[in-house]
């Protein structure tokens, strides 16, 4: 099954999740839009990436609310692209911050503000970066469903480089599961009427 995108056919699940070569990154890259048409300006974006990265796997599109975003924000339409690149870490980035700003992007901006288009690297094979530019893997993507929810749905042989966690559609499905185990657990009862007892 294929996206069209622009007349070209973009994988949508198919394709091997493993670079062919040692040299060559397999990366993903989280996008979001929660302003203007946000399926065209994903879209757009998922055409501009094929120029920057061999694009093999396109994830569907979700959408999340705004997350940590000021008080109104509108909700985002959220997907996420497999693919491989020669480009080292902070050179993607570039690319990255270069398509949000073709793309309609406006920096600097208020922290989370509601924008045309978010191009967040979250995987470049098992790089770790801890840096004022680049941190990697992407902080907190385990824990963000906007990149979880498509995430899931492309089923990855992968760990994450950091954590070790599993990235297959199985792993990860269990893995929410048990944390809502844990929300529920950890929710204490409600306290009884004072001078009543619970009956």
Known sequence: ??????????PRVRGSAVAPDQRIASVLIALGSNLGDRVRTLRAAVCELQD?????????????D????????????????????????EALLDQLLAIEKRLGRRRPAPR???RMIDLDLILHSANVRWSSRLTLPHPRYL??????GPLRELNLPW????????????????????????????VPPLPAAAGRGPG
């Open 143 to 148: 824990a963000r469903e906007f990149v979880m």
């Open 112 to 114: 989370n503000a509601p």
């Open 66 to 89: 705004a997350v940590d975003a000021p008080p109104g924000s509108p909700p985002f339409l959220n997907m996420v692209v497999l693919g491989w690149t020669h480009l080292a870490p």
């Open 1 to 10: 099954m294929s996206v069209t995108i622009r007349g070209r056919a973009v």
């Open 52 to 64: 920057v990265v061999h694009v093999v796997r396109v994830s569907g599109m979700i959408e999340t």
């Open 159 to 186: 760990r994450d480089p950091r954590t070790g966690v599993l990235l297959s559609s199985r792993a990860l499905e269990s893995r929410r599961r048990d944390t809502r185990e844990k929300k529920r657990s950890i």
